[in-house]
């Protein structure tokens, strides 16, 4: 808990591989404002890691419900 910001792009989010496990926070970061912080509770596995889980760090079991706490410091814009 706690710890230092992470740099994420949302376009990468969305067309990576991983997008399918990513959807619900994708969804819900996609919503917040700057500065806001933010609870996101997955309770569907479909919008987290499904059936499959992950297995990387962190490991995810299948069908499991997930909890993230985001904070949006602030975007950056998109280059073209």
Same mark, same amino acid.
């Given at each position: 808990? &706690? &710890? ?30 700057? &500065? ?45």
């Amino acid at each position: 808990i &706690g &710890g230092m910001p992470v740099s994420v792009g949302l376009s990468a989010l969305l067309f990576a591989d991983s997008a399918a496990q990513e959807t619900g926070l994708c969804m819900a970061v996609s919503t917040m404002c700057k &500065g806001e912080v933010s609870l996101v509770y997955i309770q569907d596995p479909v919008y987290g890691y499904g059936s499959r889980g992950s297995f990387s760090f962190p490991c995810v079991p299948p069908n499991a419900c997930l909890v993230y706490r985001v904070e949006m410091i602030g975007f950056e814009s998109i280059e073209e």
